[in-house]
């Protein structure tokens, strides 16, 4: 292959691919995806997934001024609850007015800055679990008022209602884990995938302002071949996909090897890679664009992501100390640190802020912990992404990726930071949340009775609330006449 | 001649604090004025609000600048605890900590313990309470809060007062406290490292005995701090008795400095005050109540948790000129609705900063509006309005502010 440059025809929504395969054994590749009037996101890259229209911690405005992301994935599911009062109220999402500068119902229900792009499925990535499963023209998806019935008509009705800038047509998925590659549950999602497909393509002829992006469910090339060759032999050709959207990157070699004629298409991965180690080896098979849980997750552990894809030269040359992909920032070191949360990072977080105020706020249960943390991490993986690109273009990805591999730790460390509330109905409780049981203050000159002051009920641990009374000391009554707030009362008898 | 003497005697300046009067309303007590404290130059009347644990419930410093708020609380309270006095002075301070530019306030420490949390026992050294970790017996004093708020640098500074509850029948212990607070204030200013960079602001008590309240007036000012704080109102008094103390202690405070109520935050109170002569306000209520899904505009509060808002496609407040609000094809706007409110409120942290960042800015805006109005000499109309908005009907409105606005020249019912 050559530097020329493949171009999809004329469509809203370009991607051209500027690099590719430049290395015999990796299909990593760079792209570049355009949408007028939004920002124009250079691949490999990621999308940032979205809780309920929002991503986690962070308001509308500070997504446009201090996140770099391109894009947003937002879960049909989050929007489409029926309140026990209200059972047959439409969901008022689909009654959202445009305005000239969001003209699009999905951008202007979630307030997305216009320069973000916005992608729909149906569900949330990582989905729960529904244990009812999928039927020949539904799927089970999971609200905040808890399990409810998706029929594709309304998929398709949704996506032509609030016109996504991508829309991902229903996969018939299974939440369970991974499923027997050749049983027969797994050619059933390959049937039913490319049965629905067809449907939505039948329920939506004219769809002009969305790009939709085939799924690819997580079955070997073997047990969805027919599927993958009618993308390639029919709707290719029709203009009818615009990208690929892939459960299991696994899945590319086979099906670039059956299939050249998808190599234009942008192909977006929605499988959940837990390290940045697992992206590297994702590029590599050819995944263009991201969508990346583990990012939600690492902040509202109180991690702050320190790796970058050149790791800093070793402090000594005989040194060959594996670095930690992140820091725990709730731990005493970062107590005093006013250095930034990790080396050379620009962002709002270290930029306007240090450790020091971060290690504060997680040990305060302060929300804006979780903001910050988000912004940081945030900007690690886009400048990682930016570097990738810079060694797609000199040609030194493969050997960079093997530094990396060799440079930092498999896995991310257990942060210990308090968490934000678990962000209700999408967790499910596994007792990991359970409460600590806090000293209270006791009456000076009581009667012994312990109680919690000036609380809401519930509010405290989800760091909506300040107690007026902090409700956790760390250390004895010398800590507190150590931290200078009042002294002991030497000889003083308790009454 | 007169022209001189006028400029001499509209401001007033001391170590670290220039106080400079703006505008005097002709028909109330209202007025306008600048205080200019180490970190820039603030216009009153004005709200502050509460970062108790030196941040503002989710908003970004940043943020928090972006609703105009150019002076904010801290708790010395929470910040004595976490991240504590060593760590503070490692930092440099609160300003350091939280990267914010602009003025800080700190209360002493005392208020939280004694008058709201009845969990400790003031003595003439100071407040004892037990240790919540092991009991162990423990002394907060007025040199204690002094440290530590010189530690934490924040430019107005508080004492430690002896706080009763105002409705406390206690006559004798009333006096007590009032008399109590005089001796501390004498022991913080003995105490106060830094009077050319932080500003030591006294605490008027002596409940709502009016007598005591004017002779600790006349001990406190005799004491010169470049501002002066009327405490003690903690919301249990009726509303009647706050204005009659807060009308009183301003009519014998010094022109020139400025005049802070602590812990009040409704709208109505704080209107009402400013016709009374106050200058500066703070309360956790307007943010504590975005958290519960609770937006405050001109026509009342609205709780945006109702089904009635989950289709409601208006902004949350129309006219508001915060970052939520503002047109959508205006600088800056995020045209956040009604219905994207309720539809995270209590489910995502980011529908709580959203409400906090329009409360925030409609208490600063209402402060904002308020001094214009005094500037333009038109006050009187502004409070009438802003009553005739929240009581549409033109009745109902609560007597305690009908009687007290009367007193300084408002007839609401005109
Ligand atoms: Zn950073
Ligand atoms: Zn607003």
Known sequence: MTDEAETNPAEAMTFEVLRSALIDGSAARLGRLALAGRKTIDTPNFFALTSRGVVPHITPDNVDKHLDTGGVYMALEDFIERPQQHQKRQPPIYDTPTTKRHPRPLHSFTATPPSVMTILGARRIPAVASPMGNTNTSVSVFTSQGFQVLTTKEYHQAVATLQPDIAIPLADLSHHGPVTPTSKRALRMAERTDEWLGSYLADLPSLSKTATYAPIPPVPFPIQWEYLSRLSEDLLPLKKIAGLALYDPDILPDLLTAHQNLTPLPRLSLSAPPTPHHILRHIALGTDIFTLPFLNTVSDSGLALTFSLTPPPPTSPSSSQILPLATDLSTPQNATSLTPLSKNCTCYACTAHHAAYIHHLLSAREMLAWTLLQMHNHAVLSQFFADIRASLLSNTFTEKAALFARSYEPEFPAGMGERPRARGYQYKSAGGDGKRNRPAWEKFEGDGDKKEVGVEPGTRSEGLETPLVPDEVDGTAAALDHMGFAEIEHGAEQK | ?414
């Open chain 2, 1 to 414: 001649m007169w022209a001189v003497k006028r400029m001499a005697s509209t401001s007033a300046s001391s170590a670290a604090l220039t106080f400079e009067l703006v505008a005097k309303c002709s028909t109330t007590r209202a007025r306008a004025s600048v205080m200019t404290l180490p970190h820039g130059p603030v216009n009153l009347p004005m709200f502050m609000p509460v970062a108790t644990q030196a941040s503002l419930k989710g908003l970004t410093p940043e943020q928090l600048e972006g609703t105009g708020c150019r002076l904010c609380l801290n708790n010395t309270y929470h910040l004595g605890l976490k991240p504590g006095q060593e760590v503070l002075d490692a930092v440099g301070g609160a300003h350091k900590l939280q990267g914010w530019n602009h003025n800080i306030l700190t209360d002493s420490g005392g208020f939280q313990m004694v008058s709201l949390l009845k969990l400790a026992t003031v003595t003439e050294e100071g407040v004892r309470f037990l240790s919540p970790h092991d009991g162990t017996p423990m002394l907060l004093t007025p040199e204690h809060s002094i440290s530590l708020q010189n530690s934490i640098g924040s430019d107005i500074i508080m004492q430690l007062d002896d706080v009763l509850v105002t409705t406390s029948p206690d006559k004798v212990r009333m006096r007590e406290a009032m008399e109590r607070s005089v001796r501390w204030l004498d022991r913080c200013i003995a105490a106060h490292k830094n009077p050319d960079s932080q500003n030591l602001f006294c605490i008027i008590q002596g409940g709502l005995d009016l007598d005591m309240r004017r002779e600790c007036c006349k001990e406190m000012v005799a004491r010169d701090t470049p501002g002066i704080a009327i405490g003690g109102l903690s919301g249990g008094e009726a509303k009647d008795d706050f204005c009659r103390v807060v009308g009183a202690c301003n009519q014998l405070l010094p022109e020139l400095k400025p005049r802070y109520v602590m812990g009040i935050g409704y709208p109505e109170d704080l209107v009402v005050s400013v016709a009374l002569g106050a200058d500066m306000f703070d309360c956790v209520w307007p943010t504590r109540t975005a958290r519960f899904g609770n937006a405050i505009t001109k026509d009342g509060m609205l709780n945006l948790k109702r089904e009635k808002y989950a289709a409601d496609f208006g902004p949350i407040e129309d006219g508001c000129g915060c970052p939520c609000c503002r047109p959508i094809d205006e600088e800056g706007s995020m045209g956040i609705t009604r219905a994207f409110v309720h539809h995270n409120a209590a489910k995502e942290t980011v529908a709580a900063h959203l409400l906090t960042m329009h409360n925030v800015w409609y208490q600063l805006n209402l402060m904002r509006e308020a001094r214009e109005a005094i500037i333009a000499d038109r006050f009187p109309a502004f409070v009438r309005e802003f009553f005739g908005r929240l009581y549409p009907d033109g009745q109902g409105y609560p007597s305690w502010a009908v009687d007290a606005l009367q007193g300084v020249g408002i007839d609401l019912n005109s």
